[in-house]
């Protein structure tokens, strides 16, 4: 009886009060979330870290092994790994180290275009998702500094999977080696499918987009009890409504067909950018490179020097090499003033110079004249890390940094290390002489170089604070906590088949 008796007048006050209650919990800033910037680095760090063991554990002489050979008196020794195992030539043997970005190529621009959730394949969600994150979320003074460390796990990765497979295939069996992988990546595996979606800089929050659905019921329901009219915003609610409840092979087909459409609209985009293609053509001809010193390094020191632990020398060289030189690279291109200019001068000198003393180091017949200059060398080369990159999500807007990633990364891959590898296998086996096949490959760096030496005069622009082709509101962008957001009501549906 006693609400009876409360006035109409306070009743309707109460329920805007409760209604305007609810709008402001939509755009309240959300509780901080443990999935700080620096907690997320590290994770990123330890999986790419894992992601390239493989790489190393592959070319280690424990696990890759030699073949078996026979001399001219009829005298004959069993090979040993993989090669040994399998009775592959260079060529067969190098190909090994191509296979598995099948899936790398295929996932990459996938992942690149959902760019939702930190989950896909190895590689192909990382470079897509983890690089932008990361130049959004670091200290603007050390935006490359930040790029460097993540970039800094390639080579160290690299590295630890040559003592790694050198240490498993030693010991045990080459087999072992890829099951240890298998483990140790596993929880990381989880993790990615259980962890909340990443908000990147120029998407638009899902979080966002569910406040301004809960606001308009709000609005409507406060104007049907004052009132009993409906408003243009109601309309705008049911016609949406309705809308949804058609056939969902025919929203599928849609959304399939507007997704392809945006994709080869950001792809022309990328293309007619200048200044990206010069980089990725640059990053190209390194990795072509890099990619074959990967794999085919350990033996090439082995027979020419005939080292003994070839795997721990240049794992060693490598991880301190490639941890240094990358991480002096971010800073010096901080200290320069980051911008994609200073990046490409960065780029071209720390190339030039690299190629230079490794191609001296391997004309020497001193085994530590050797190590000193190709250490010199690998110092210089890996600097390039943190710039390359750099470029890469500064050149275009954005919301198109996943795909400007994901892109490189394909393109340094299925043009780069992925034929390298097989190429100097056949280049060895016709001119059987390491040295020989060594200095061939490092010639190609001087390419890279000249080629970053053109995208110094090329005219560019840091579109970091463009606005993006998929705006976000003012509240969006100083909303910046939490890390990570919560599932989008999308999550729940599903396209029929």
């Not at 992942?111 to 959004?136: C, Q, Y």
């Not at 990381?188 to 962890?195: D, I, N, Q, R």
């Not at 092979?249 to 990206?276: A, G, H, I, P, T």
């Not at 190590?371 to 275009?396: D, R």
Request: proline fraction near 4%; aromatic fraction near 12%; charge should be neutral.
């Amino acid at each position: 009886m006693a609400e009876e008796a409360r006035p109409k007048s306070e009743v309707a006050v109460t329920a805007e009060t409760t209604d305007m209650g609810r709008i402001s919990n939509a755009f309240s800033p959300p509780k901080p979330s443990w999935f700080t910037p620096k907690r997320l680095l590290i994770i990123f760090c330890v999986i790419n870290l894992l992601n390239y063991l493989d790489r190393g554990a592959i070319a280690s002489n424990g696990v890759n092994g030699n073949r078996r050979t026979c001399t001219k008196s009829g005298t004959c020794t069993s090979g040993s790994g993989i090669q040994g195992d399998f009775n592959l030539n260079n060529f067969q043997d190098g190909v090994l180290s191509s296979a598995f970005m099948v899936g790398l190529l295929v996932a990459s621009p996938i992942f690149a275009s959902l760019a939702k959730r930190l989950v896909g394949v190895g590689e192909a969600s990382f470079i897509s998702l983890a690089a932008p994150f990361i130049d959004d979320n670091a200290p603007v003074t050390q935006k490359t500094a930040w790029l460097a460390i993540f970039y800094m796990c390639i080579p160290a990765g690299v590295a630890l999977g040559y003592v790694y497979g050198g240490f498993v295939g030693g010991h045990f069996n080459w087999r072992f080696a890829f099951f240890g992988e298998a483990i140790l990546m596993f929880p990381f595996a989880v993790l990615g499918f259980v962890m909340k979606p990443l908000q990147l800089k120029g998407f638009t929050p899902a979080e966002s987009k569910k406040a301004l659905t809960g606001i308009e019921g709000a609005v409507s329901e406060v104007k049907d009890d004052s009132t009993s009219k409906v408003d243009m915003l109601s309309i705008k609610v049911e016609v949406t409504d309705q809308s949804l409840k058609g056939p969902s092979k025919s929203r599928c087909r849609y959304v399939n067909l507007d997704q392809l459409s945006r994709f080869l609209k950001d792809m022309k985009v990328l293309l007619l950018e200048k200044v990206y293609v010069v980089n990725v053509l640059g990053y190209i001809s390194y990795n072509f490179v890099i990619g074959a010193y990967s794999y085919w390094g350990p033996k090439a020191g082995y027979n020419i020097y005939s080292m003994r632990n070839a795997d721990m020398v240049f794992g060693g060289i490598t991880i301190v090499c490639g941890i240094l030189g990358t991480i002096a690279g971010g800073l010096v291109l901080d200290k320069m003033n980051s911008t994609i200019s200073n990046a490409f001068k960065l780029l071209s000198a720390a190339t030039f110079l690299g190629a230079a003393f490794c191609f001296s180091a391997f004309c020497l017949k001193s085994l530590y004249a050797f190590l000193v200059l190709f250490s010199i060398g690998e110092l210089l080369v890996f600097a390039t890390q943190g710039p390359v990159n750099y470029i890469c999500l500064h050149c275009v807007n954005p919301s198109m940094r996943p795909l400007s990633m994901a892109m490189s990364t394909v393109a340094i891959h299925i043009f780069g290390d992925v034929p390298s590898s097989p190429l100097v296998g056949v280049l060895q086996d016709n001119v059987n002489n390491w040295r020989v096949t060594a200095l061939v490959l490092t010639t190609v760096l001087f390419l890279a170089a000249a080629i970053w030496f053109i995208g110094i005069f090329i005219h560019s622009v840091d579109r970091f604070n463009e606005d993006s082709e998929h705006p976000v509101t003012t509240t969006e962008k100083t909303n910046t906590m939490p890390l990570l957001e919560g599932k989008t009501a999308g999550e729940t549906e599903h396209c029929g088949a």
